[in-house]
């Protein structure tokens, strides 16, 4: 009975030995990726022997993307420094020397003291920009040469003159020109275009962003009272009375004269030389008249459109609008 019950356990410990073992096997093997990787650093590694910068820094880019780790990027730095990519490889250099724990054996000393040579010597080749707003601004993005920038505070440029775009978050817009210099650091101000008005909000209204933005700032201002609409109507107008005056003036006067020289004819008895006819006379009148109404009209609406200019409100309706005058 005891030699079946031993039999029994040991027969279960196998099992459970066997089981553990195969557990044991199966997390010992590599990952899929952790087998591709390992297939690109040799295959990188190969290409920076055969001085296959090109390659080699694909190939180190693809590494980079499966484990971004700081190996890879130190790497890449190293490979942009060979190509001459002096910007990009102070970026990684730079991001590079910032991440690398401190050294804990000769070897680890060595690669920090070799990274940070590899940045010195990069940083003589590119200019540094300091790219900074006023407090309490902060843009929503940052170009340089038409390249989007993570970092405003360090930007690392090759020698030459370069463009800045900077958007803010109520869409105004910083342009800046500014020329580098290499191993230079300078800082750039971002200036952004002022505010110069806001539109009017109409009572009850929801109120919108902080700031206008820049549909609203190209938009038109209201409607008010045009001083060139109210001095033109003024000068028309009494253009018009003052000629219509003059000629009801002369119209009176032409026809004083011909009924004098009537009457001198009818007590003389003589026919000959007879006035001018009335028609002239007549149509100068009307003229006049026809002057003096419309310098009136025009008068009348000029003092229309001061009174009610700014307070008079145009909304569309359906086949048609609604013009609302408040006086």
């Given at each position: 009975m005891a030699t079946s019950l031993l039999r029994t356990c040991l027969s279960h410990a196998a099992a459970i030995a066997v089981v553990l073992a195969s557990f044991h096997l199966?997390?010992?093997?590599?990952?899929?990726?952790?087998?591709?990787?390992?297939?690109?650093?040799?295959?990188?590694?190969?290409?920076?022997?055969?001085?296959?910068?090109?390659?080699?820094?694909?190939?180190?880019?693809?590494?980079?993307?499966?484990?971004?780790?700081?190996?890879?990027?130190?790497?890449?730095?190293?490979?942009?420094?060979?190509?001459?990519?002096?910007?990009?490889?102070?970026?990684?250099?730079?991001?590079?020397?910032?991440?690398m724990p401190p050294p804990k054996n000769d070897?680890?000393?060595?690669?920090?003291?070799?990274?940070?040579?590899?940045?010195?010597?990069?940083?003589?080749?590119?200019g540094v920009l300091n790219l900074f707003t006023a407090p309490g601004v902060v843009p929503e993005r940052i170009l340089v040469d038409g390249r989007k920038v993570e970092r405003a505070d360090r930007v690392y440029v090759l020698p030459g003159r370069h463009e800045i775009v900077a958007m803010a978050h109520d869409g105004r817009l910083a342009r800046v020109s500014v020329a580098a210099k290499a191993a230079e650091s300078q800082g750039v101000p971002i200036v952004f275009e002022p505010i110069e008005h806001q539109l009017a909000r109409p009572a009850g209204a929801v109120r919108g962003p902080l700031a206008p933005t820049r549909e609203a700032l190209a938009g038109s201002a209201p409607p008010g009272v045009k001083p060139w609409v109210v001095a033109s109507g003024?000068?028309?107008?009494?253009?018009?009375?003052?000629?219509?005056?003059?000629l009801h003036v002369a119209a009176n006067s032409a026809e004083a004269e011909r009924l004098a020289a009537l009457c001198q004819l009818r007590s003389e008895g003589d026919g000959a030389g007879a006035p001018a006819p009335r028609e002239g006379v007549s149509t100068m009148s009307h003229l006049g008249t026809a002057l003096l109404t419309a310098g009136a009209l025009l008068g009348v609406a000029t003092l229309v459109y001061v009174v009610v200019a700014d307070d008079t409100q145009v909304r569309p309706r359906p086949g048609g609008a609604e013009v609302k005058v408040t006086w």
């Open positions: 199966r997390a010992a093997e590599p990952p899929p990726r952790s087998r591709e990787l390992d297939a690109l650093h040799q295959q990188a590694e190969a290409a920076m022997k055969n001085l296959d910068m090109v390659e080699a820094r694909r190939l180190w880019a693809r590494i980079h993307h499966l484990d971004p780790s700081i190996m890879a990027l130190c790497q890449l730095g190293v490979v942009d420094t060979r190509l001459g990519r002096w910007d990009v490889a102070a970026e990684e250099l730079s991001e590079c020397a910032a991440r070897l680890e000393r060595r690669r920090w003291e070799v990274r940070h040579a590899d940045l010195a010597r990069v940083l003589q080749e590119v003024a000068t028309a107008a009494v253009g018009l009375l003052v000629t219509g005056i003059g």
